[in-house]
């Protein structure tokens, strides 16, 4: 065995070492401070801002960690690190960021407050499942990294434990979660029978060389999509979201909603380039290979996904509900743009991550204000909202104007890079129908604003103001959305740095 | 003029004036109120002084030499890859004989609309910040030259025209707030689609010799810039040319709104509040012709000489259809919307001949709708005001009640049925004279020639219904005009008298460019073999 | 000719046919004389008592979780115990990091008070599902959130 290996791959995954030190320190610090809490937020920022240092520093040192070098004569290891990786870590790094905000301020959090260590443990345990899955390479480490995320985010989505519906979302999760992570389970087994190996790169090698029967490699391939599938929320997998969504603190479902399936997107993205692509060729579309349809499956997934979700979203009073099923169909446009194969398809996804970050959460974090003090979340309790707190609703109006992708606002950028994908792939069909999608989706968020600005409230109201802080956070976010949608070009040009996937 | 950014300071006024207004507090009333009238004015003023300058021997249309007053400067510029293009997106804004008249009445009927506002009570700091931002983004539309500069403007209205018509409208504002965002959201989808296929299909040569794909309107109309095998090149055998045109078609239709995309137009222009109904029918209704002259006629020429029958057939048939739709209704609102309907298709007409004479009139006929319209719905926003009520049957005798009023109403009435010595004939009948000159849309032209008929019906027939006849005892409260209002009316009717004893003054500014666009879409891109459909 | 995944179905169709068949075929050639003693639940040679269906005490999955966890220990000492000299100081660093990883669970146990059989009654949370109609901090003046 050879050291320098162990040291160099020590070294490349620094990241995922600060965080697994300091969630241990913060489980210490739990146990050592049993009385006061106060202390573990600003550990956990303190070892995010040391892992965000570390992250954007893996944008350019890039290598793999864990090669088996004594076997083979590849130098491809079980972990990769690249930019593509680092820009999803960095995703979860932000949404990480701005959740330790959104707990701060939470009510429900506030309430199980004497848990706050467990909480944070928990949350870092997502994080370090989350920083595998966007750079494992090999489908154990896969499988064990999902795993690592999913069972923190059981416990985290029954956290609060303050309504029925809480352990119902959690009890949910688990059972839906194990299921799929059961098919994964077997799809990777098949994998694993049929090259001999859990590598993706060898997988890779392996079905370029080798014939193999297309109809056990397609089956192995739909249950391993079927794992990511859960994680992204993609239809037929998307039974637990809305349930998951509205049941588990809002905090959680604004994470979830984001840096999960920024985890699995990573994942999806890396698993069908590592082991099904080729080459590039020179206009960046992916040479993949002939034993199995990902792009019939993704454009038939995503159009369903991105259609349900939306068909299905017009209908919800409950605005957590809502929210759920809106991010079940930005995951359809999202898959749209994988299933493009090729690293416009991929720009696009980054870019669309990017800002669907800032929007999304933006306007989990309003509708978790209102929550904290209403304690309602439906829809029509924000009668009249648009007058009681201007601000509030003005901030609203622009999140959910940037959800539906309206200029000029960064939803529509990133809407218009997706589509700019398909077009140039020639996928006109797919666009349009992507495109009436917008139309539908339409619908449903102007009926918030209809709500806050439209219809009068019944019962009388009085302005509410919103503390300082929380102003300052939430234009922190707006900040983004409105400056990225007239000005992207640093955006687009970071995602174009970061599609390298290495290994090819 | 030089170096001076006035298109920049024009389209960008309104902006400040609602930056200005969100930081005034909101009991600031008045404060509120004058500075959405000044920014509104200065927007006026900047926009005569652009008249001013305008030289009336400059083509525009496909020559960026013969823009005036151009604002271009890069404002997304991305670097390529080996598999990833350069995005290079500029900022770029000029005037031409088509956009300048536009640009006047934006303007112009933006002062009058901040005018009609003053009587707004409920929430005015938003009406008046969403009211500017408005503005801006139907100026917007008629400057830019860049197609994603467009499209931005172009969607950047949706969403102030939804709360104003679903915030400060009628009993149903609601119903008709989202059916007008839903209509033309889907419109806008067709023509992000259209400008998606065009941006990969021409390509603008940089000055170090690079080309890459452009959102420029410009290059997109010189056929030697598209590449072989894009899928709207016209060298590609298997181009989708017709199919985007027709997209691009109902994306600007729905705006104008063409006879099966119109029926969003009787509900939000009858929920709105009078101002935004003002608006709406005189400047957000060109904004869909504008968009066919300016990006469909040139970028397309080969598929409009193709389909011009059409849309001669389209004209016709909203013509005859919303005159006899305004023949029946009962509101009088519903029927100023009606015969919009029916006046946007003499535009259509004028537009479908291709004829110098014909597009002269379409033009003329969208600056002199902008203004008459305007002016009718000003005087049914002056009788609810006072009456509560919009029933034409309500009323009756009301012009020995209101005679000034009565007098304006006269004027703006004999205006839209298109009578001699006012705007409406001279543009009605350049329409007719470049429709019947062209052979084969001949018969459309003469059955379209029913529709001054009707016009003429449901207008007078209205006219005796509210104002002549036995005075209604209700009514006998109504005040005459006050002063307000006089400033509103006055300016209308002078441009409407003036226009129609002497047209040039609006002629010559669209002249040139219009013989350049008549002559570019009947001479370029032939030898195009039209494969794909 | 049959395909690789051929085989496993015929494999599967087989363990699915087998089962009830070995369970009919078992029915006809057994000697059928039950009694009383016979027909009862087999429990380890107890006299089953009560419904077997009843909530078990949730420390006794606290100690099997706890078990567990050392349970696994052992599975990675024993590999690591056989080569950590090859590895040097470094190797032995990682058995003893892994320890204190685990160590710290333990303590975690210990502090959180799981490892005490006789705890303090739990106070089962309260349950918000119903927010009260009329939410007393409307009535004041403003709100801040």
């Known amino acids: ?504 | 003029m030089e170096g001076f950014p006035i298109i920049s300071l024009i389209t960008f006024i309104p902006v400040i004036g609602m930056l200005v207004i969100l930081f005034l507090p909101k009991e600031k009333v008045q404060n509120i109120k004058i500075t959405a009238l000044a920014a509104t004015l200065i927007q006026l003023v900047l926009s005569v002084i652009l008249m001013a300058n305008y030289n009336y021997s400059a083509g525009g249309i496909f020559e960026e030499s013969s823009f005036q007053f151009i604002d271009k400067f890069r404002w997304i510029n991305i670097e390529g890859l080996s598999w990833i293009g350069t995005v290079k997106i500029d900022y770029f804004m000029g005037v031409d004989g088509i956009s300048m008249p536009m640009v006047l009445l934006t303007s112009i009927i933006s002062v009058i609309a901040c005018i009609s506002s003053w009587n707004i009570s409920k929430s005015l700091k938003g009406y008046f910040a969403l009211f500017l931002l408005l503005d801006t983004g139907m100026m917007g539309v008629f400057v830019s030259l860049d197609f994603f500069l467009f499209y931005v403007f172009w969607e950047l209205m949706l969403l102030p025209m939804y709360f104003l018509i679903g915030i400060w409208g009628g009993p149903r504002k609601e119903y008709a707030a989202i059916k007008f965002f839903l209509y033309t959201l889907l419109g806008s989808i067709f023509i992000l689609i259209v400008m998606l296929g065009l941006y990969f299909s021409a390509m603008e040569i940089l000055p170090d010799g690079q080309r890459v794909f452009t959102f420029n309107i410009l290059t997109m109309m010189d056929q030697s810039n598209y590449t072989q095998d894009g899928i709207l090149s016209p060298f590609n055998p298997n181009n989708w040319r017709m199919l985007a045109y027709i997209a691009l078609f109902i994306g600007f239709a729905i705006k104008i709104p063409m006879f099966p995309f119109h029926t969003w137009l009787p509900d939000a222009h009858v929920e709105a509040p009078t101002p935004i109904s003002v608006i709406l029918a005189g400047v957000l209704l060109k904004m869909g012709t504008y968009g066919i002259l300016r990006i469909s006629y040139p970028i397309f020429p080969d598929i409009t000489r193709e389909l011009a029958w059409y849309i001669a057939l389209f004209g016709a048939v909203n013509i005859i259809y919303g005159a006899f739709v305004a023949l029946a209704q009962k509101d009088f609102k519903k029927l100023i919307a009606y015969s919009s309907v029916s006046h946007m298709g003499y535009v259509l007409l004028g537009m479908a001949s291709l004829t110098t004479a014909g597009i002269n009139g379409a033009i003329l006929q969208m600056f002199n709708h902008g203004t008459i319209t305007a002016m009718l719905f000003l005087i049914v926003g002056v009788v609810y005001d006072r009456a509560h009520t919009r029933g034409l049957n309500d009323f009756g005798g009301l012009a020995s009640q209101m005679p000034v009023y009565t007098g304006f109403v006269t004027v703006a009435f004999f205006a839209a049925i298109g009578l001699p010595s006012l705007s409406g004939f001279i543009s009605e009948a350049l329409v007719f004279i470049g429709a019947f000159h062209v052979e084969s849309i001949r018969v459309i032209t003469i059955i379209s020639t029913l529709g001054i008929l009707l016009g003429a019906g449901y207008m007078l027939w209205a006219m005796q219904r509210v104002f002549f006849g036995k005075l209604n005892e209700k009514w006998s409260g109504l005040q005459d005009l006050e002063m307000r209002e006089y400033i509103m009316f006055i300016p209308l009717t002078i441009i409407i008298i003036l226009l129609g004893v002497y047209p040039s003054l609006m002629l010559d500014v669209m002249n040139t460019s219009v013989n350049t666009l008549v002559d570019f879409v009947s001479t370029n891109f032939t030898n195009i073999s039209l494969g794909g459909l | 000719m049959l395909t690789e995944f051929g085989k496993i179905f015929i494999f599967i169709l087989l363990a699915v046919v087998f089962v009830p068949l070995i369970v009919y075929v078992a029915k006809f050639i057994r000697p059928a004389r039950p009694t009383k003693e016979k027909l009862k639940i087999y429990e380890c040679g107890e006299n089953p008592e009560g419904s077997p269906w009843i909530k078990f005490n949730i420390r006794f999955y606290v100690i099997a979780l706890i078990f567990l966890i050392f349970d696994v220990e052992v599975v990675l000492l024993f590999p690591w115990a056989l080569t950590y000299q090859d590895f040097g100081f470094y190797g032995f660093m990682v058995g003893i990091i892994f320890l204190l990883i685990l160590g710290l669970g333990m303590a975690y146990e210990w502090r959180k008070g799981d490892l005490e059989w006789e705890r303090p009654k739990p106070i089962p949370p309260i349950l918000d599902d119903e927010p009260p109609a009329e939410n007393e901090e409307l009535k004041e003046e403003s709100l801040t959130i």
């Not at chain 1, 990769?80 to 990786?85: I, N, S």
């Not at chain 1, 985010?153 to 303050?162: I, M, N, P, R, T």
């Not at chain 1, 077997?186 to 392996?206: A, D, H, K, M, R």
């Not at chain 1, 924000?382 to 104007?401: D, E, I, K």
């Open chain 1, 1 to 504: 065995m050879n050291y320098e290996n162990l040291y160099s791959s020590l070294s490349l995954i620094q990241p995922e070492i600060t965080i697994s030190v300091f969630l241990l320190l913060i489980v210490v610090a739990d146990l050592i401070f049993d009385k006061n809490k106060a202390l573990i937020p600003f550990l956990a920022l303190a070892g995010l801002i040391i892992a965000s240092v570390q992250v954007i520093l893996q944008v350019t040192n890039t290598g793999y960690a864990f090669p088996f070098s004594d076997v083979y004569l590849s130098r491809k290891g079980m972990v990769t690190v690249d930019a593509f990786g680092a820009f999803f870590k960095l995703i979860i790094i932000i949404s990480s960021f701005i959740l330790v905000y959104f707990s701060y301020v939470s009510d429900e959090i506030k309430k199980s407050e004497k848990n706050l260590g467990e909480y944070y443990a928990l949350i870092f345990g997502m994080i370090l499942g989350m920083f595998f899955l966007s750079s494992a390479s090999d489908l154990i480490l896969i499988y064990v990294a999902l795993e690592l995320l999913s069972l923190s985010s059981y416990v985290l989505a029954g956290f609060s434990k303050l309504r029925t519906r809480n352990s119902e979302a959690s009890l949910k999760y688990l059972i839906y979660g194990a299921t799929s992570s059961g098919l994964m389970l077997f799809g990777i087994s098949i994998f694993y029978g049929l090259s001999g190996t859990t590598n993706l790169y060898e997988i890779n090698t392996f079905l370029a060389s080798h014939q193999i029967n297309h109809l056990t490699l397609s089956f192995a391939s739909i249950l391993i999509f079927a794992g990511i599938g859960y994680k992204i929320s993609s239809v037929p997998f998307h039974f637990w979201t809305p349930d998951v969504y509205e049941g588990a603190p809002i905090s959680i479902t604004a994470y979830l909603s984001v840096a999960s399936k920024a985890a699995g997107f990573a994942l999806l993205v890396r698993f069908i380039k590592s082991a099904f692509v080729t080459s590039d060729d020179s206009l960046g579309y992916w040479e993949i290979l002939s034993v199995f349809d990902w792009h019939s499956l993704l454009i038939l997934v995503s159009i369903l996904t991105m259609t349900l979700g939306n068909l299905t979203a017009l209908w919800q009073n409950n605005i957590k509900r809502m929210l759920a099923y809106s991010s079940i169909a930005h995951a359809g446009y999202m898959l749209l743009g994988v299933a493009v194969l090729s690293n416009q398809g991929l720009v696009a996804v980054l870019i669309y991550f990017f800002f669907y970050l800032f929007m999304n959460l933006g306007a989990f974090f309003i509708v978790m204000l209102i929550a904290n003090k209403t304690g309602s979340e439906e829809i029509d309790d924000y009668n009249g909202l648009g007058y009681t707190s201007p601000f509030l609703g003005v901030a609203l109006t622009l999140f959910m104007v940037a959800l539906i992708g309206l200029p000029p606002t960064a939803g529509f950028i990133g809407k218009l890079y997706l589509f700019i994908a398909l077009v140039d792939a020639q996928m006109i069909t797919v666009a349009i129908i992507a495109l009436l999608n917008t139309v539908i989706a339409l619908y449903y968020y102007i009926r918030v604003l209809k709500h806050m600005f439209l219809t009068k409230s019944t019962v009388e109201t009085q302005t509410v103001s919103v503390i300082r802080p929380n102003i300052i956070f939430i234009i922190f976010m707006l900040a983004p959305v409105l400056i990225f949608g007239v000005y992207f070009g640093p955006v687009v040009d970071f995602a174009k740095r970061c599609v390298q996937i290495l290994g090819l």
